[in-house]
């Protein structure tokens, strides 16, 4: 997925937190079959700190996870409620078979896939 459609997923997601203020997001994030050591977590963090920084969503509306391990790394986008019971982990890759390539930094213009 190219930045600027992780962007546009990021922004829609904005526009339903802004436009339903009772709401809360829920970012999950999962590591690929090859990951960076936290890759996981530092694409939810970039994620939460885009719709807090450019998007205005206030930080205790934004909750963060890790969700394990997929084939390819992704990023859930949740929404519910206060009080509703956040979403779990869908992981389809054990630990044991992840290859940790590195510790790498990803920032917000590193969002593809280590091949």
Request: glycine share 8%.
């Amino acid at each position: 997925m190219s930045e600027s459609q992780i962007r546009e997923r990021l922004d829609g997601f904005a526009i339903f937190l802004e436009d339903n203020p009772t709401y809360r997001a829920d970012i999950m994030a999962y590591g690929g079959l090859r990951s960076c050591r936290g890759e996981a977590l530092k694409r939810a963090r970039l994620a939460s700190e885009y719709l807090t920084n450019e998007k205005g969503i206030a930080a205790a509306r934004i909750a963060i996870s890790d969700g394990g391990y997929r084939e390819e790394w992704a990023v859930e986008l949740w929404k519910g409620v206060d009080g509703a019971k956040r979403p779990f982990s869908m992981l389809t890759i054990d630990r044991n078979k992840v290859k940790i390539i590195k510790n790498c930094p990803i920032t917000r213009n590193e969002h593809q896939s280590y091949d």
